[in-house]
């Protein structure tokens, strides 16, 4: 069974920095992109950024690019989120999710249930 | 303003036929890029629900179903149940963005 554990929400003050954690199994981690994907309180889905199976292809919203990092470690299975000088607007539910291969720009098949940031002084 | 855009709610009575549009440009959609559709249940995770424009993953009901044509796409949903109130949300890749979009969600209101 694929999971998907993300970890590592908070509150953060703006400016801070906070890295999202996202623990994998059920599946062999350097076969599948990774995305990460936040919603706003109230508010509708919003493609943060996705990394390849290979780790070589990364992109990355403009509202984040510059301040937040998607990386993985196939030694942990697991895929990260380092994000930094954030802001007020960053506050969201953040979610780690899988593509049906390892090319990026795939549909989501697999979705975590969610960490929650706020952002807030 | 999403890229994609999507009316903000419908409703319908129980055993209706509903239809939920995503309308796009041709950066998007209107490029032969593919449209993917997810539900998403209230405090819940969403769920993949269509991919590829109209193909649907195992264990979703064959009452729904997905089309795309032009810059637009939409997806059908028929004898609608109360449990599929929920929000729905489209997603696509637009080419000028260089990135995935997602549709602002329709939330659909069974009556």
């Known amino acids: 069974e694929v999971q998907l554990v993300e970890s590592g929400g908070g509150l953060v003050q703006p400016g801070g920095s906070l890295r999202l954690s996202c623990a994998v199994s059920g599946f062999t981690f350097n076969n599948f992109a990774m995305t990460w994907v936040r919603q706003a309180p109230g508010k509708g889905l919003e493609w943060v950024a996705v990394i390849s199976g290979s780790g070589s292809s990364i992109y990355y919203a403009d509202s984040v690019k510059g301040r937040f990092t998607i990386s993985r470690d196939t030694s942990k299975n697991t895929v990260y989120l380092q994000m930094s000088s954030l802001r007020v607007e960053d506050t969201a539910i953040y979610y780690c999710a899988r593509g049906p291969t390892w090319y990026v720009w795939e549909y989501i098949q697999h979705w975590g249930q969610g960490t929650r940031v706020t952002v807030s002084s | ?111």
């Open chain 2, 1 to 111: 303003q999403s890229v994609l855009t999507q009316a903000p709610s419908v409703s319908g009575a129980p055993g209706q036929r509903v239809t939920i549009s995503c309308t796009g440009s041709t950066s998007n959609i209107g490029a032969g890029y593919d449209v993917h559709w997810y539900q998403q249940l209230p405090g819940a995770a969403p769920k993949l629900l269509i991919y590829g424009n109209n193909n649907r993953p195992s264990g979703v009901p064959d009452r729904f179903s997905g089309s795309r044509s032009g810059t637009s796409a939409s997806l059908a949903i028929t004898g609608l149940q109360a449990e599929d109130e929920a929000d729905y949300y489209c997603q696509s890749y637009d080419n000028d963005l260089s990135g995935s979009v997602f549709g602002g969600g329709t939330i659909l209101t069974v009556l």
